[in-house]
């Protein structure tokens, strides 16, 4: 019996107007009380599970969504958010597996359908997320999100002008809600950018971020004001040792994944993708009051999770774990108290491409300030300042590896990378776009291709209307060297 169905409902509503405005913190704890008064309510459970999701809590949003299939297995949504954690988990095959179910209660799920597909295309297996589409049949009596996919995979398999014209027909249906008609104009975007139509494209991706709520950049100053040597100094070394961590730090766009394929492709190494513990536990209290015990706790919880991710050494042979860590800027002060002999690779790629091509990207609540192009220039300012503060106050090893140099001469490039992480070269490492692994990132099609140099200087091809974003950057936007890429593609993050 719940404690009040009453007061559940008004704890539901509140925290259903926090997610609307994006305001998760609130959302969550609004969600969780009502939970607490009505704890087998699954559709509590699942809105709760989104603001997990939301805010990279894929494991705590895992234990929620099985509770609410227990309590309810006939619930597609339920099924479907419950494979978005099984994926942000790294769980490919069980997400493949609860899609199926999802599925298999109601073929017609829109949603579950959709995430297949683009599962699919993640993994590189077009056929199989055409094969999907086929098992469809009318698009016209279909949700939305199945002519949402047909698109996707004509992007994949490079039928740009067919899915203009229906990506076009699926923004002109009546009744589309105001995010898929967002979604729909990013993949117009692309397509039209893919065919060298770039104004069209430039004002779909305009209006894609036109209707998301602007993000907030990081004010560096107040950071390396804090950060002090004297400060680190006061915050004591984990006692817990492990050598298998490896960040990668930089700003999105800029090779982050590009370089994690990389040494993934060598067989010591695991790529864990964009892990957000760290970041969680550096908002559990104040940095300045971390203890020894508190550290050591940090440090084995993070080696817990490796454990739980890839195996321990023994079990797999796994040395070196990549963790894609966006947002380390913000967290390498306490990564160099936590792992003190950790690898960290630092990404750089031309700054105008890096923020152009994020602005490209329909990263939804994960890098809100990627929907405004000064906000963008602002916050690769603010990054760059920080990297340059810990170039200067860490004993970290820290790599800055260009996407240019990288895309222009691979194998130097590369086998340098695996050595900045201390192990012996393996030709894999060349041929990482040979791998059949999931790939979650924008980049899951270009990083399945060999490397080439197409993008750079991509943003040539945006000049006439990128002057804010140059003007933000400041110092760091180069408008004055070579000519404009002549195609689109790009390994990008």
Not at 169 to 175: F, Q
Not at 426 to 454: I, N
Request: charged share 25%.
């Amino acid at each position: 019996m719940a404690k009040s169905r009453q007061k559940a409902a008004q704890y539901f509503l509140k925290g259903t107007q926090a997610m609307k405005v994006e305001n998760f913190g609130i959302a969550k704890t609004m969600f969780t009380k009502a939970l607490e008064q009505d704890k087998d309510n699954p559709d509590i459970m699942v809105r709760l599970s989104q603001v997990l999701l939301a805010t990279g809590h894929a494991a705590q949003a895992s234990v929620v969504l099985k509770r609410c299939v227990k309590r309810k297995p006939n619930n597609p949504d339920a099924l479907l958010l419950l494979s978005q954690a099984q994926l942000g988990l790294n769980e490919v095959e069980e997400m493949r597996r609860t899609l199926d179910k999802a599925l298999g209660w109601d073929p017609t799920h829109g949603p579950s359908i959709h995430a297949q597909v683009v599962g699919y295309i993640n993994s590189g297996q077009i056929d199989a997320a055409q094969e999907v589409l086929d098992r469809v049949g009318d698009d016209s009596k279909s949700h939305v999100l199945v002519p949402m996919s047909r698109v996707k995979v004509l992007r994949a398999q490079k039928s740009f002008a067919k899915g203009i014209d229906l990506a076009n027909e699926i923004v002109a249906r009546d009744g589309i809600s105001d995010r898929h008609k967002r979604s729909v104009r990013f993949e117009l975007g692309h397509l039209y950018d893919a065919v060298g139509e770039y104004e069209n494209a430039f004002r779909m991706f305009q209006l894609g971020n036109a209707g998301h709520i602007q993000g907030k950049t990081l004010h560096a100053e107040s950071m390396i004001a804090m950060w002090t040597p004297e400060m680190l100094a006061n915050i004591p070394l984990a006692n817990v040792s492990d050598e298998r961590p490896v960040f990668i730090a930089g700003m999105p766009r800029s090779g982050t994944t590009l370089t994690e394929r990389i040494l993934d492709a060598h067989p010591s190494v695991a790529g864990i993708g964009e892990c957000p513990l760290i970041a969680h536990q550096l908002g559990r209290m104040t940095a300045t009051s971390l203890g020894g015990s508190q550290i050591d706790a940090y440090a084995q919880e993070y080696i817990d999770m490796l454990d739980e991710r890839v195996g321990s050494i023994a079990e797999s042979g796994i040395t070196r774990v990549i963790d894609k860590h966006m947002g380390a800027e913000r967290t390498l002060g306490i990564i160099s108290r936590m792992f003190p002999n950790a690898k960290v690779i630092h990404c750089l790629r031309d700054p105008i491409d890096s923020c152009l091509s994020s602005y490209f990207q329909n990263f939804g609540t994960n890098v809100s300030y990627s929907r405004d192009l000064s906000s963008l220039g602002k916050m690769y300012v603010a990054h760059r300042k920080m990297m340059d503060h810990w170039y200067d106050v860490l004993d970290l090893e820290i790599l800055p590896s260009s996407y240019e140099a990288l895309v222009a001469d691979p194998e130097p490039q590369s086998r340098k990378l695996v050595a900045h992480v201390g192990l012996e070269f393996d030709e894999r490492c060349l041929r990482f776009h040979e791998s059949d692994g999931h790939v979650s990132t924008a980049s899951s099609v270009q990083v399945r291709s060999p490397m080439y140099q197409s993008s750079k200087q991509r943003w040539r091809n945006y000049e006439p209307f990128i002057g804010e974003l140059i003007e933000h950057l400041g110092e760091y936007a180069d408008t004055e060297s070579t000519s404009p890429s002549t195609t689109s593609q790009e390994h990008g993050a």
